[in-house]
């Protein structure tokens, strides 16, 4: 007959479902562990390399973690049982006087049983663990117990893998963000209602110099709008978008305008329009790409104009091949497969007029600032 969940594991399950947070994650398994089997601590560590996770967190006293990491039975666990998704400790070891795990953890703190849960991905990497603790009054773990805690196993791993999925995409935006503020190039991007949504360092310059012309070269703190022929342009994207959803008819849709200024030589800026992918808005999108003067390097800077075009992927392996990486390190940092690094890079090289790796690293030179 199957086990079924303690009836108190329920709030706490509710809690997990909500929790968008590493702490909120903690809590939430903290008392997901308390409510379905007694426990003297709980262990969370998420992502691992090897065992050594970035996020830790734990009722136990403070300890030497690296030590803990070291001589931990986890690690007979992941080499041993690849892809077990719960695991009772006593299983892997037998503590006793003069084992050194025993002697430095679990008889200073208390403890002599564990069991886990654990997470893999899907490459087979192990990527972090739940753990309930218990004296030796308490007791090991029976298979019952063990039991309950696969029930519980999909519902925490589902939350695991939302977490680490957010973390991901938060990490790629702030490094997104920091990259397009870094740019030598400048950047401006406006909502469908010609809201100017962003403007990177260089654009917020770049636009005080459209309106008044290259003599007022200040310390500018901040742009006060998009300028008037520039919004224009929006607006006929936007009339010939609206034109081509009334009619169905996208095959003669203008997508992008270039426009001139008069008051400084050689100064341009592109406005795109930019559709959304499906189910992300209702509305595309307006991105202006300004062209300054030619300098001796505007190679660079109309290079840099079509850095911004490159999708979130490729701008990761772009700024990874740059820092001279190669691309098996590539693939090994950003879980890809090397096909896939090699195509992106092709797709980079193309998008961008190159054709070598050296030629890439001036272009991202302006991330490093």
Same mark, same amino acid.
């Given at each position: 007959?199957?086990?079924? #969940?303690?009836?108190?594991?329920?709030?706490?399950?509710?809690?997990?479902?909500?929790?968008?947070? #590493?702490?909120?994650?903690?809590?939430?398994?903290?008392?997901?562990? /308390?409510?379905?089997?007694?426990?003297?601590?709980?262990?969370?560590?998420?992502?691992?390399?090897?065992?050594?996770?970035?996020?830790?967190?734990?009722?136990?006293?403070?300890?030497?973690?690296?030590?803990?990491?070291?001589?931990?039975?986890?690690?007979?666990?992941?080499?041993?049982?690849?892809?077990?998704?719960?695991?009772?400790?006593?299983?892997?070891?037998?503590?006793? #006087?003069?084992?050194?795990?025993?002697?430095?953890?679990?008889?200073?703190?208390? =403890?002599?049983?564990?069991?886990?849960?654990?997470?893999?991905?899907?490459?087979?990497?192990?990527?972090?663990?739940?753990?309930?603790?218990?004296?030796?009054?308490?007791?090991?773990?029976?298979?019952?117990?063990?039991?309950?805690?696969?029930?519980?196993?999909?519902?925490?791993?589902?939350?695991?893998?939302?977490?680490?999925?957010?973390?991901?995409?938060?990490?790629?935006?702030?490094?997104?963000?920091?990259?397009?503020?870094?740019?030598?190039?400048?950047?401006?991007?406006?909502? =469908?209602?010609?809201?100017?949504?962003?403007?990177? /360092?260089?654009?917020?310059?770049?636009?005080?110099?459209?309106?008044?012309?290259?003599?007022?070269?200040?310390?500018?703190?901040?742009?006060?709008?998009?300028?008037?022929?520039?919004?224009?342009?929006?607006?006929?994207?936007?009339?010939?978008?609206?034109?081509?959803?009334?009619?169905?008819?996208?095959? *003669?849709?203008? *997508?992008?305008?270039?426009?001139?200024?008069?008051?400084?030589?050689?100064?341009?800026?592109?406005?795109?329009?930019?559709?959304?992918?499906?189910?992300?808005?209702?509305?595309?999108?307006?991105?202006?790409?300004?062209?300054?003067?030619?300098?001796?390097?505007?190679? @660079?800077?109309?290079?840099?104009?079509?850095?911004?075009?490159?999708?979130?992927?490729?701008?990761?392996?772009?700024?990874?091949?740059?820092?001279?990486?190669?691309?098996?390190?590539?693939?090994?940092?950003?879980?890809?497969?090397?096909?896939?690094?090699?195509?992106?890079?092709?797709?980079?090289?193309?998008?961008?007029?190159?054709?070598?790796?050296?030629?890439?690293?001036?272009? @991202?030179?302006?991330?490093?600032?």
């Amino acid at each position: 007959m199957s086990p079924t #969940p303690r009836p108190e594991v329920a709030p706490a399950l509710v809690a997990l479902q909500r929790a968008i947070t #590493p702490e909120e994650v903690w809590l939430a398994t903290q008392a997901l562990l /308390r409510a379905a089997t007694p426990s003297h601590y709980e262990l969370i560590g998420l992502p691992s390399l090897g065992i050594m996770p970035f996020f830790l967190r734990t009722t136990m006293p403070t300890r030497d973690i690296g030590r803990f990491g070291q001589l931990a039975p986890l690690n007979a666990v992941i080499a041993t049982k690849p892809g077990l998704i719960v695991a009772r400790m006593s299983d892997f070891y037998t503590a006793a #006087p003069g084992d050194p795990f025993f002697e430095e953890f679990l008889k200073p703190d208390g =403890w002599l049983y564990a069991a886990a849960l654990l997470f893999w991905a899907d490459d087979g990497r192990f990527i972090g663990q739940l753990a309930t603790l218990r004296s030796a009054e308490q007791g090991d773990f029976t298979d019952a117990e063990l039991a309950g805690l696969r029930l519980l196993h999909p519902q925490v791993n589902a939350a695991v893998v939302r977490l680490l999925t957010q973390e991901n995409a938060a990490g790629t935006q702030v490094t997104l963000e920091h990259s397009l503020h870094a740019l030598p190039l400048p950047i401006a991007i406006v909502t =469908w209602d010609l809201t100017l949504s962003f403007t990177n /360092r260089a654009a917020t310059e770049t636009i005080h110099r459209w309106r008044h012309g290259a003599a007022t070269a200040r310390a500018i703190k901040a742009a006060p709008g998009l300028p008037g022929n520039l919004t224009a342009a929006c607006v006929t994207l936007k009339d010939a978008w609206n034109s081509a959803v009334t009619t169905h008819d996208f095959s *003669r849709l203008k *997508r992008s305008i270039t426009l001139m200024n008069s008051l400084t030589d050689g100064l341009s800026a592109t406005i795109r329009l930019v559709e959304s992918p499906a189910g992300r808005t209702l509305h595309p999108s307006f991105v202006i790409h300004f062209e300054l003067p030619r300098t001796p390097e505007a190679e @660079v800077s109309r290079a840099l104009g079509q850095f911004a075009l490159l999708t979130p992927g490729e701008r990761a392996i772009a700024i990874l091949a740059a820092e001279g990486h190669d691309n098996a390190a590539i693939a090994r940092q950003l879980n890809r497969s090397l096909s896939t690094v090699r195509t992106h890079l092709r797709n980079i090289f193309r998008k961008l007029g190159i054709t070598t790796r050296s030629r890439l690293a001036p272009l @991202v030179h302006g991330l490093k600032r």
